[in-house]
Nanobody, 120 residues
């Protein structure tokens, strides 16, 4: 099971950190992805990180503003989001899978999502 938290309402230019905590899942066995979705749109890949954190990748829309990291001892993956923009508003999901930075269908475990709203 994966549980996201840390979402909320933030002003443009602000920051949020989203933890994704794992329970009942051996986190370091899996590559982790962060995705986001808004109503009427497909789920969009935001960032991904390899099992031990040695490789990371970002969507062009968040590159330079978001940072993904993981602490396998704490069974938690983080998405640090800085310089937030209104277009970052979405439900954010973390997911665990066997393949690095793969299609959403390749991820076997998903959290319930956390709402991020960027608005003044």
């Amino acid at each position: 099971q994966l549980v996201e938290s840390g979402g909320g309402l933030v002003q443009p230019g602000g920051s949020l950190r989203l933890p994704c905590a794992a329970s009942g899942v051996t986190l370091d066995r899996y590559n982790i992805g962060w995705f986001r979705q808004t109503p009427g749109k497909e789920r969009e890949g935001v960032s991904c990180i390899s099992r031990r954190g040695g490789s990371t990748n970002y969507a062009d829309s968040v590159k330079g503003r978001f940072t993904i990291s993981r602490d396998n001892a704490k069974k938690t993956v983080y998405l640090q989001m800085n310089s937030l923009k209104p277009e970052d508003t979405a439900i954010y999901y973390c997911a665990a899978g066997n393949y690095y930075c793969s299609d959403p269908s390749e991820y076997g475990y998903w959290g319930q999502g956390t709402q991020v709203t960027v608005s003044s």
